[in-house]
């Protein structure tokens, strides 16, 4: 990856900003702390990976602004690719992944976000912790790759290499090889299944004979049964035919009965009907009589319901005009009442008004006293504001003195309690300083004593190492003995026995020689394994004596940490002793001026003079508080006296008032009377009401005879029935009498009829009785055929279904010579697959080329480190360690790890002992060496370097040889960014990136 032009809006410090990196090789970012040199490297992160080092996802966006976006265009391969990356502070973000083509930039984004990150990811080969650990050495994360365990640091190693994808290829011939082995155990399954069916062949033979011979016996008896019965079935034809015309003949017996019956039942219905209307034809006179009575009734009850009808019009409009009338006359007699009650208002109101006049000259005085003190009290009221505003200034001030003079007392208390534990400590000084000399010299003592320790647990730990390889080779050893012992028993006994290499079969020639050679083979494995066993007794024993004396060391080192704990704090006191000394006479200082401020009184100068001219202004002003109350109490005695002034003029106007308005409520009064009488006795309404009792008197309705009338017609309402039947049974009664003849003559047909098939019957009875019946016979061989007949479909069955499943053995028989062909394929595939799960495993190929990349790390790095510290420093890589505990899974005494030695010239120590120089030297050599290495494999192009700060902990010299380290590895990359804010340093560079900041946020400005 090689950036080509980074453009930035509204990111970190940046408003608006752009750079192109064409031209530059070896470039270094400056500017001051805070100017925004990080943040430019951070805008290309952000950009590909959306991670930067600030916490929330918000916080890249400028401080006030709402959006921000990165434009970030780079080179890989042969293809120039663009990233557009945006972020809304309350919103979602975006990300366009584009490529040149045409001169024109296309997008190849996903999705979404993260389908589109993955396919940069997958286009880089790197993801953003992989880039950091390698090419790109953050502020303050130099120590990153250090810090991270052995499985960590395997895990960056792994995806720097690209060795990801062997674990895709193992896991696809692990897939492969579980599928192969589930494949086998379903045909084992249905071998087993199979040649189970098998064992059963013979059974199916013997059962198919005797079904046979079963078969031939009942289908003889059956043909037997089936003539007898083809015999009787003849004999016995004549009497089946008389019992179906019997049958017949007996059917046609009961239906003539039913008829006959029916006949009957219908002949007594008519009668009854016919005698129903004779009853009614009986009482002729009679019904016609009430009939004619019921109609003129009727007509009477029409003539008087017209009349009713009059009759409640006129009373509904009397009774209307009535309440009409009455409404009106109290109407009038309502506003009558309403205007005598006006009049006695206006009588009350014109008592009221005259007994306020009559006080006219008291209240006019008491107005004029009135205003005489609110004049007064106003002037008072200006002169009072003032005195106040003096009076709360006076107390403010009073107030500011006594709290500047608890302030400064409070002070010289507490600088009084501070200085007693100074003066304390002062005293102690002596014996701290006699202690830290005692400590120092008996850490150094131990110090001298723990570099020999270290000396011989390096020596102790190559022993082990030695002793491992050792026991590794005698087993391995082992193993490859019983290897060629079994393949050698196997090619003695198989006549058949395979190549071990191609699995082609042997002749006796090639056997032999195969023999041959295992045979010699042993005798050199036994030889090395009495030689190996020989060492590891040697190491064995001087793994021994090394334990004891570190052991022996160890009990001497003991009280280290108590030592070093003590000689930390006591030089840290003495450290602090000319503090305390200097804040000792601070504190005496200040006590004294203090004092003497308290003591003459001279603090606040000013505000003692403000104070003096308050007090002459108020002394000025004269104002009595008690003048001021007397004044205010007569303006409230006399406050009310407007009010009634007021009133007094009111009661002059109302009662001017007053006089008309009972003038013209008496003239309503009379006018009102008027009418009241004039509606009562000869009003348009009375007139109305006279003439509609003259119009009832003339209809003469009653209701006394309307009921009459009405009861009546309810008494002969029946008699309108019974006419229409008298009228119906007239006509009727001839008809019936006429369907009375028929069905008597019907009555004897059928009983002609049923006499003459009562004597059919009985010949054909007599007839019957005269033959042999079969019937019994013939069921009895009817049911013994058809127990032969489903004896022989069952026998049929049996032996179907027997020829079917041996048809079924015989394609088995080759199904299990297909399947026995196929498990042995599938094998051969299984061992195939197995074996490539382990060679592209992480203890397969992974773990052979990270060893192989090792040797080349570690060197690449110690020619850095040597350069950097004056060949003062050296690194070492340890694949394997000795176990804590041993597995059962395992034999071995040591695991796999990725640990790193650090050793100087007084021997190997921790890296947190190292200083802060000599851990960046350390870091900066590890993170270069990674980074060259990986640049130089054709399969992970980073072709780009990142190196931000950490060049402060560092010299004059120790600058000087980084910069010569960067120009030795410079060819290896096609740019190398390096950002710090040290003059020296930025001048070793010609091409500089100067960051600055500005009202507008941070600029860029390139110098080449």
Same mark, same amino acid.
């Given at each position: 990856?090689?950036?080509?032009?980074?453009?930035?809006?509204?990111?970190?410090?940046?408003?608006?900003?752009?750079?192109?990196?064409?031209?530059?090789?070896?470039?270094?970012?400056?500017?001051?702390?805070?100017?925004?040199?990080?943040?430019?490297?951070?805008?290309?992160t952000w950009?590909?990976?959306?991670?930067?080092?600030?916490?929330?996802?918000?916080?890249?966006?400028?401080?006030?602004?709402?959006?921000?976006r990165?434009?970030?265009?780079?080179?890989?391969g042969?293809?120039?690719?663009?990233?557009?990356?945006?972020?809304?502070?309350?919103?979602?973000?975006?990300?366009?992944?584009?490529?040149?083509?045409?001169?024109?930039?296309?997008s190849?984004?996903?999705?979404?976000?993260?389908?589109?990150?993955?396919?940069?990811?997958?286009?880089?080969?790197?993801?953003?912790?992989?880039?950091?650990?390698?090419?790109?050495?953050?502020?303050?994360?130099?120590?990153?790759?250090?810090?991270? @365990?052995?499985?960590?640091?395997?895990d960056?190693?792994?995806?720097?290499?690209?060795?990801?994808?062997?674990?895709?290829?193992a896991?696809?011939?692990?897939?492969?090889?579980?599928?192969?082995?589930?494949?086998?155990?379903?045909?084992?399954?249905?071998w087993?299944?199979?040649?189970?069916k098998? $064992?059963e062949?013979?059974?199916?033979?013997?059962?198919?004979?005797?079904l046979?011979?079963?078969?031939?016996?009942?289908?003889?008896?059956?043909?037997?049964? $089936?003539?007898?019965?083809?015999?009787?079935?003849?004999?016995?034809?004549?009497?089946?035919? #008389?019992?179906?015309?019997?049958?017949?003949?007996?059917?046609?017996?009961m239906?003539?009965?039913?008829?006959?019956?029916?006949?009957?039942?219908?002949?007594?219905?008519?009668?009854?009907?016919i005698?129903?209307?004779?009853?009614?034809?009986?009482?002729?006179?009679?019904?016609?009589?009430?009939?004619?009575?019921?109609?003129?009734?009727?007509?009477?009850?029409?003539?008087?319901?017209?009349?009713?009808?009059?009759?409640?019009?006129?009373?509904s409009?009397k009774?209307?005009?009535?309440?009409? #009338?009455?409404?009106e006359?109290?109407?009038?007699?309502?506003?009558?009442?309403?205007t005598n009650?006006?009049?006695e208002?206006?009588?009350?109101?014109?008592?009221?008004?005259?007994?306020v006049?009559?006080?006219?000259?008291?209240i006019?005085?008491d107005?004029?006293?009135?205003?005489?003190?609110?004049?007064?009290?106003?002037?008072?009221?200006?002169?009072?504001?003032?005195?106040?505003?003096?009076?709360?200034?006076?107390? !403010?001030?009073i107030?500011?003195?006594e709290?500047? $003079?608890?302030?400064?007392?409070?002070?010289?208390?507490?600088?009084?309690?501070?200085?007693?534990?100074?003066?304390?400590?002062?005293?102690?000084?002596?014996?701290?300083?006699?202690?830290?000399?005692q400590?120092?010299?008996?850490?150094?003592?131990?110090?001298?004593?723990?570099?020999?320790?270290? !000396?011989?647990?390096?020596?102790?730990?190559d022993? #082990?190492?030695?002793?491992?390889?050792l026991v590794?080779?005698?087993?391995?050893?082992?193993?490859?003995?019983?290897?060629?012992?079994?393949?050698?028993?196997?090619?003695?006994?198989?006549?058949?026995?395979?190549?071990?290499?191609?699995?082609?079969?042997?002749?006796?020639?090639?056997?032999?020689?195969?023999?041959?050679?295992?045979?010699?083979?042993?005798?050199?494995?036994?030889?090395?394994?009495?030689?190996?066993?020989?060492?590891?007794?040697?190491?064995?024993?001087?793994?021994?004596?090394?334990?004891?004396?570190?052991q022996?060391?160890?009990?001497?080192?003991?009280?280290?940490?108590?030592l070093?704990?003590?000689?930390?704090?006591?030089?840290?006191?003495?450290?602090?002793?000319?503090?305390?000394?200097?804040?000792?006479?601070?504190?005496?200082?200040?006590?004294?001026?203090?004092? *003497?401020?308290?003591?003459?009184?001279?603090?606040?100068?000013?505000?003692?003079?403000?104070?003096?001219?308050?007090?002459?202004?108020?002394?000025?002003?004269?104002?009595?508080?008690?003048s001021?109350?007397?004044?205010?109490?007569?303006?409230?005695?006399?406050?009310?006296?407007?009010?009634?002034?007021?009133?007094?003029?009111?009661?002059?106007? *109302?009662?001017?008032?007053l006089?008309?308005?009972?003038?013209?409520?008496?003239?309503?009064?009379?006018?009102?009377?008027?009418?009241?009488?004039?509606l009562?006795?000869?009003?348009?309404?009375?007139?109305?009401?006279?003439?509609?009792?003259?119009?009832i008197?003339?209809?003469?309705?009653?209701?006394?005879?309307?009921?009459?009338?009405?009861?009546?017609?309810q008494d002969?309402?029946?008699?309108?029935?019974?006419?229409?039947?008298?009228?119906?049974? *007239?006509?009727?009664?001839?008809?019936?009498?006429?369907?009375?003849?028929?069905?008597?003559?019907?009555?004897?047909?059928?009983?002609?009829?049923?006499?003459?098939?009562?004597?059919?019957? *009985?010949?054909?009875?007599e007839?019957?009785?005269?033959?042999?019946?079969?019937?019994?016979?013939?069921?009895?061989?009817?049911?013994?055929?058809?127990?032969?007949?489903?004896?022989?479909?069952?026998?049929?069955?049996?032996?179907?279904?027997? $020829?079917?499943?041996?048809?079924?053995?015989?394609?088995?028989?080759?199904?299990?010579?297909?399947?026995?062909?196929?498990?042995?394929?599938?094998?051969?595939?299984?061992?195939?697959?197995?074996?490539?799960?382990?060679?592209? @495993?992480?203890?397969?190929?992974?773990?052979?080329?990270?060893?192989?990349?090792?040797?080349?790390?570690?060197?690449?790095?110690?020619?850095?480190?040597?350069?950097?510290?004056?060949?003062?420093?050296?690194?070492?890589?340890v694949?394997?360690?000795?176990?804590?505990?041993?597995?059962?899974?395992?034999?071995?005494?040591?695991?796999?790890?990725?640990?790193?030695?650090?050793?100087?010239?007084? @021997?190997?120590?921790?890296?947190?002992?190292?200083?802060?120089?000599?851990?960046?030297?350390?870091?900066?050599?590890?993170?270069?060496?990674?980074?060259?290495?990986?640049?130089?494999?054709?399969?992970?192009?980073?072709?780009?370097?990142?190196?931000?700060?950490?060049?402060?902990?560092?010299?004059?010299?120790?600058?000087?040889?980084?910069?010569?380290a960067?120009?030795?590895?410079?060819?290896?990359?096609?740019?190398?960014?390096?950002?710090?804010?040290?003059?020296?340093?930025?001048?070793?560079?010609?091409?500089?990136?100067?960051?600055?900041?500005?009202?507008?946020?941070?600029?860029?400005?390139?110098s080449?």
């Amino acid at each position: 990856m090689i950036p080509k032009k980074l453009i930035l809006q509204n990111f970190l410090s940046y408003r608006q900003a752009s750079l192109n990196f064409d031209g530059l090789h070896t470039a270094c970012i400056c500017g001051a702390n805070g100017a925004g040199k990080s943040s430019l490297l951070e805008a290309i992160t952000w950009a590909i990976w959306g991670k930067t080092r600030a916490k929330a996802s918000e916080d890249v966006i400028h401080l006030g602004e709402k959006n921000t976006r990165v434009d970030f265009e780079f080179s890989y391969g042969e293809q120039i690719y663009r990233i557009i990356r945006t972020k809304q502070r309350k919103g979602g973000s975006t990300l366009d992944f584009q490529v040149l083509h045409n001169l024109q930039f296309n997008s190849i984004s996903g999705k979404g976000v993260t389908e589109t990150q993955e396919r940069i990811n997958d286009c880089l080969k790197v993801d953003y912790d992989t880039f950091s650990n390698s090419a790109y050495l953050q502020q303050g994360q130099a120590d990153k790759f250090m810090s991270y @365990g052995a499985a960590q640091r395997k895990d960056i190693l792994v995806k720097l290499l690209k060795l990801d994808d062997y674990d895709k290829i193992a896991d696809v011939a692990k897939e492969s090889a579980k599928k192969y082995g589930e494949e086998k155990t379903r045909l084992q399954g249905q071998w087993e299944l199979l040649e189970g069916k098998l $064992e059963e062949k013979e059974s199916y033979h013997l059962a198919l004979q005797n079904l046979s011979q079963d078969l031939t016996y009942h289908q003889g008896e059956y043909h037997q049964v $089936e003539e007898s019965l083809k015999q009787v079935q003849l004999l016995n034809t004549e009497r089946d035919t #008389l019992e179906k015309e019997l049958s017949w003949q007996n059917n046609q017996l009961m239906e003539m009965k039913n008829k006959l019956r029916q006949c009957v039942q219908e002949k007594e219905i008519l009668l009854q009907e016919i005698k129903d209307l004779s009853s009614i034809l009986s009482q002729e006179r009679e019904i016609i009589d009430n009939y004619h009575l019921l109609q003129s009734c009727l007509d009477e009850d029409k003539v008087l319901t017209h009349s009713f009808g009059l009759y409640k019009q006129f009373v509904s409009e009397k009774n209307q005009l009535e309440e009409t #009338l009455r409404q009106e006359i109290s109407s009038l007699e309502q506003s009558i009442r309403e205007t005598n009650f006006k009049l006695e208002e206006l009588a009350k109101s014109e008592q009221d008004l005259l007994k306020v006049i009559s006080e006219r000259e008291k209240i006019i005085d008491d107005v004029e006293k009135c205003r005489y003190y609110r004049d007064q009290l106003a002037h008072l009221d200006s002169v009072r504001n003032e005195f106040n505003l003096l009076q709360q200034e006076e107390s !403010r001030l009073i107030k500011e003195l006594e709290k500047e $003079e608890a302030r400064l007392s409070s002070r010289v208390e507490q600088l009084q309690k501070q200085e007693l534990p100074l003066e304390e400590k002062v005293r102690a000084i002596p014996t701290i300083r006699q202690d830290y000399f005692q400590t120092k010299e008996a850490l150094k003592v131990i110090y001298n004593q723990k570099n020999y320790l270290t !000396r011989v647990e390096e020596k102790k730990a190559d022993q #082990l190492l030695a002793k491992q390889r050792l026991v590794d080779y005698k087993s391995s050893i082992a193993q490859r003995v019983e290897e060629i012992n079994q393949k050698l028993a196997t090619l003695q006994v198989d006549n058949n026995a395979l190549c071990p290499v191609c699995e082609s079969p042997l002749d006796e020639v090639h056997l032999n020689h195969v023999i041959g050679n295992g045979l010699e083979e042993l005798r050199g494995l036994e030889n090395s394994a009495w030689q190996y066993e020989s060492d590891i007794i040697q190491c064995d024993r001087t793994l021994g004596e090394l334990t004891q004396e570190i052991q022996s060391l160890k009990n001497q080192l003991s009280e280290e940490d108590i030592l070093q704990k003590k000689y930390i704090y006591l030089e840290n006191t003495l450290n602090n002793m000319d503090d305390i000394y200097d804040q000792l006479d601070e504190i005496i200082t200040e006590k004294e001026e203090l004092m *003497k401020l308290i003591d003459e009184q001279k603090y606040l100068p000013n505000l003692k003079i403000e104070l003096s001219q308050v007090r002459n202004k108020i002394k000025a002003l004269g104002y009595s508080p008690e003048s001021y109350s007397l004044v205010r109490e007569n303006d409230h005695k006399y406050r009310w006296a407007e009010t009634n002034y007021q009133r007094l003029q009111e009661a002059e106007t *109302k009662l001017t008032k007053l006089a008309e308005n009972k003038v013209n409520l008496q003239q309503k009064l009379e006018h009102f009377n008027q009418q009241l009488t004039s509606l009562r006795d000869n009003s348009e309404l009375q007139q109305k009401i006279t003439q509609i009792d003259k119009n009832i008197t003339e209809i003469n309705y009653s209701d006394e005879r309307h009921g009459e009338v009405r009861k009546t017609i309810q008494d002969l309402q029946n008699y309108q029935f019974q006419y229409l039947k008298l009228e119906d049974a *007239k006509k009727q009664l001839p008809i019936l009498n006429n369907k009375l003849t028929q069905y008597e003559e019907k009555i004897g047909e059928y009983g002609a009829e049923i006499a003459e098939k009562e004597t059919k019957v *009985k010949s054909l009875q007599e007839k019957l009785s005269g033959l042999f019946d079969y019937s019994n016979e013939l069921n009895k061989l009817q049911l013994e055929a058809n127990e032969k007949r489903n004896k022989i479909n069952q026998l049929l069955s049996e032996k179907g279904g027997i $020829e079917k499943s041996l048809t079924d053995l015989s394609k088995d028989e080759k199904k299990i010579q297909s399947i026995t062909k196929q498990i042995r394929e599938i094998e051969k595939n299984y061992r195939i697959y197995t074996e490539l799960q382990k060679a592209f @495993g992480k203890n397969g190929i992974q773990a052979l080329m990270i060893e192989n990349l090792l040797p080349q790390l570690e060197a690449e790095a110690n020619q850095i480190l040597s350069r950097l510290t004056n060949n003062q420093l050296h690194i070492q890589f340890v694949t394997q360690k000795e176990k804590v505990t041993k597995s059962k899974k395992s034999d071995s005494n040591f695991k796999d790890t990725l640990d790193i030695i650090i050793s100087d010239a007084q @021997g190997t120590r921790s890296y947190e002992t190292y200083s802060g120089g000599e851990s960046f030297r350390i870091n900066f050599s590890i993170r270069l060496a990674l980074s060259r290495i990986l640049a130089q494999r054709s399969g992970t192009a980073l072709q780009l370097l990142i190196i931000d700060e950490g060049f402060g902990t560092q010299d004059d010299a120790g600058c000087d040889r980084l910069i010569a380290a960067l120009n030795a590895i410079a060819d290896d990359f096609a740019c190398i960014l390096t950002v710090t804010h040290m003059p020296q340093f930025k001048e070793a560079f010609q091409s500089r990136i100067e960051v600055y900041k500005t009202n507008e946020g941070s600029k860029i400005r390139l110098s080449v």
